[in-house]
């Protein structure tokens, strides 16, 4: 990026206090440990630590501007602008860096998926485009800003994450990013604590499509429920994509086998296989968006389909390891209860010993907690997982769950990971496979560490 002092404080209507308005930035951070010669620095005043603090470190580092809101005075030959707020300054700044741009920009949103989905779509354009994308999952209120600055000339794309927790998250993000396309994975009930119901998360999420234009379009999951349900209702284009018979791109005749996910693939421009190097059915419409927004941007839906045959999974997202003969499928980044049940889908794809699902709390559900692990326990024994583990206290509720079913199923239900870990040591042999899955809060990494 290059933009000036000048062009900063004007874009966030703050007033200089010291320091040249024609010095170039070349990058933004909001962390004072990752500062480079011509950076912003953005503090950013949290709960428990004040960025403030390190601005004289930043500038030994090389940075060469800093916003703040704690000062009204500076005597300094570096820049300081001073603003009402650093984190509304930051998201005006992005806004602003973002209107140079004169390229399709792609928004990615839903309750499970997200950051898969914007993997498969920024991999299928760039079999045609220049593409830039959000850095793992940089989607929030601080992330998102941080990842319009990373915008150069020669990109020709941007595929942009966008997350939502709360009502009018998604309506600030829409406002900087801009998106002129958009895609909805899905709508579970991931942060219903605060939203209170699946149709306010649905309501919010919708604000993705608040910057919209004539030649805009909204991509959704067919296979949802409530996505479907804006067939006929949304004002503006909508291309759908699914297993359902009038999706305009459809899968068919699917098969998971040996590490890889096939399936036939009916678009406007006919019928084709495209192969996957990750294993489960969730892959497939994950594939599908990448494959229909790469169709709609003009790259040819057979070398955007050769592209996803290159796809990798992200660390802690069904990346699967090999160890001593036992399979551990690490998927511990996250968890809801629809991604748990698509991860138990694709730990019950396994043939040889034991399935083992490791399944600890699911967090931020609120009044739907207990239904939700219960559920997901009943998903688990159905499925046909030989050995469930939970770890904390709401995880309880899955092994319930999951002995209402099968009341033969051994559960063991622990506290924390150190237990859990002893457990698998204990019990796991040649040829068994391991899932481990929890919310982030959870840490089961830790987990996935000690069986690695």
């Given at each position: 990026m290059n933009i000036t002092v000048r062009e900063i404080t004007e874009a966030c209507g703050g007033k200089l206090l010291c320091g040249s308005p024609d010095t170039s930035i070349t990058s933004v951070s909001t962390d004072s440990?990752?500062?480079?010669?011509?950076?912003?620095?953005?503090?950013?005043?949290?709960?428990?630590t004040d960025a403030h603090d390190y601005i004289s470190a930043t500038f030994a580092a090389g940075a060469a501007a800093t916003l703040t809101q704690e000062h009204g005075t500076m005597n300094d030959t570096h820049a300081w602008i001073r603003v009402p707020g650093t984190e509304q300054a930051l998201q005006?700044?992005?806004?602003?860096?973002?209107s140079k741009f004169r390229i399709p920009f792609v928004g990615v949103t839903g309750s499970v998926g997200k950051t898969t989905t914007k993997e498969m779509i920024a991999l299928a354009l760039s079999a045609g485009l220049n593409v830039m994308k959000t850095e793992g999952n940089f989607n929030s209120q601080i992330g998102l800003p941080l990842t319009m600055f990373r915008l150069e000339p020669e990109h020709q794309a941007a595929v942009i994450e966008m997350g939502m927790s709360n009502f009018g998250e998604m309506s600030r993000l829409a406002q900087i990013a801009a998106p002129d396309y958009a895609v909805m994975t899905n709508i579970g009930i991931s942060h219903i604590q605060q939203l209170k119901t699946q149709q306010n998360i649905l309501s919010e999420k919708l604000h993705i499509t608040d910057c919209f234009h004539e030649g805009s379009v909204l991509f959704i999951n067919g296979d949802d429920e409530l996505l479907a349900g804006l067939r006929g209702k949304f004002n503006g284009k909508l291309i759908s994509f699914g297993t359902q018979s009038w999706c305009d791109f459809r899968a068919e005749d699917i098969t998971v086998a040996n590490g890889y996910t096939e399936f036939t693939m009916h678009s406007p421009?006919?019928?084709?296989?495209?192969?996957?190097?990750?294993?489960?059915?969730?892959?497939?419409?994950?594939?599908?968006?990448?494959l229909a927004v790469a169709h709609t941007l003009g790259v040819p839906l057979k070398k955007?389909?050769?592209?996803?045959?290159?796809?990798?999974?992200?660390?802690?997202?069904q990346q699967i390891h090999c160890v001593n003969e036992v399979t551990i499928i690490d998927d511990s980044y996250n968890a809801s209860p629809d991604s748990i049940q698509s991860s138990v889908n694709v730990l019950c794809s396994f043939q040889g010993g034991k399935r083992v699902a490791v399944l600890a709390d699911m967090l931020e559900l609120g009044d739907f907690s207990q239904k939700a692990h219960f559920d997901v326990g009943v998903h688990a024994a159905q499925a046909g997982v030989n050995l469930l583990i939970t770890v904390g206290e709401q995880a309880k509720e899955i092994a319930r769950g999951a002995q209402s079913v099968n009341p033969g199923l051994v559960c063991h239900s622990f506290e924390n990971n150190e237990a859990a870990i002893a457990e698998l040591k204990s019990t796991l042999t040649g040829g068994d496979a391991v899932l481990i899955k929890g919310s982030r809060g959870m840490r089961t990494d830790e987990i996935v560490k000690a069986l690695l």
């Open positions: 440990r990752k500062i480079s010669p011509g950076t912003l620095f953005v503090p950013i005043k949290g709960e428990k005006q700044i992005a806004t602003a860096y973002r421009d006919g019928a084709r296989k495209v192969k996957l190097p990750v294993l489960g059915i969730h892959n497939v419409t994950n594939a599908l968006a990448g955007a389909a050769e592209k996803l045959a290159e796809y990798r999974p992200l660390a802690m997202r």
